[in-house]
């Protein structure tokens, strides 16, 4: 606490009394405390080891600001599906072949690969150079993003529960979800759980295929982690 003290002189005896002493308190103001710096590189170095170790994860893949993704002659529209280790998955995707819009499931598993027929509601067995979904391995992409990811910043959708890191990726470390790409560097924008660090969401700023709009967003939702089905081929 900081005293200041006044003195007044009396005009009569011109001497200073202890009546004339007048004291004024001040509190002292309380220090702000310094926030700890976020340290992003260990955020993420801590979130690619937590994903590694998950053993299934459910994933849905969107866009916006284009139409969708190509895959040869067909137009990827939308996925929804899930991840399994060693090579499993399960994915219902919305396409388009040229004009035509429709939706069909497939099932990979020890290098073998089933469609359903979207008419005949059958299951076919493919060859991967058939699969219009050969490329497509999220665990091995989510495993370059968290890796190629430089430019770091913290997002202003930041909040208690989440973190959200912003920075610039080559579009060549994202063929796992798209297949080949073009050589650009694009956008990202990182949702992870401050408490478990798993990854939430990944959304994708800008081009990744000659075909694409230079502002289209792909949009990969990550959930129902570690919650086993175990997968099988159609009998």
Same mark, same amino acid.
């Given at each position: 606490?900081?005293?200041? *003290? ?8 011109? #001497?200073?009394?202890?009546? !004339?002493?007048?004291?004024? =308190? ?12 976020? !340290? ?5 170095? =801590? ?19 284009? *139409? ?17 280790? $060693? ?24 290098? *073998? ?11 076919? #067995? ?8 050969? $490329? ?18 913290? @997002? ?7 973190? =959200?890191?912003? @920075? ?50 792909? #949009?990969?939702?990550?959930?129902? $982690? ?5 997968? !099988?081929?159609?009998?």
């Amino acid at each position: 606490m900081i005293v200041f *003290t006044a003195c007044f002189n009396n005009s009569n005896q011109h #001497e200073t009394t202890s009546e !004339n002493i007048k004291s004024i =308190e001040i509190p002292t103001p309380t220090p702000t405390p310094t926030p700890t710096p976020i !340290n992003l590189d260990s955020i993420l170095k =801590e979130t690619a080891s937590v994903m590694s170790e998950l053993q299934s994860f459910s994933f849905t893949l969107t866009h916006s600001k284009g *139409t969708g993704t190509m895959l040869g002659d067909l137009l990827l529209i939308t996925a929804d599906g899930k991840v399994e280790t $060693y090579g499993s998955m399960d994915v219902e995707v919305q396409l388009l072949l040229g004009a035509l819009p429709f939706q069909t499931r497939i099932i990979s598993k020890d290098q *073998t690969t089933y469609m359903q027929n979207p008419l005949s509601k059958e299951w076919e #067995e493919m060859g991967q150079s058939l699969n219009p979904l050969a $490329y497509f391995d999220p665990q091995t992409g989510i495993k370059s993003l968290l890796s190629g990811i430089t430019n770091l910043s913290i @997002g202003a959708k930041s909040s208690q529960s989440q973190y =959200e890191i912003r @920075g610039n990726i080559p579009t060549t470390l994202l063929e796992s979800f798209v297949g080949s790409t073009i050589d650009d560097i694009v956008s990202l924008e990182l949702s992870i759980n401050k408490t478990s660090k798993l990854l939430n969401k990944v959304r994708i700023i800008g081009r990744l295929q000659l075909s694409d709009p230079y502002n289209i967003v792909r #949009e990969l939702a990550l959930y129902d $982690y570690d919650n086993l089905t175990n997968i !099988n081929l159609p009998e």
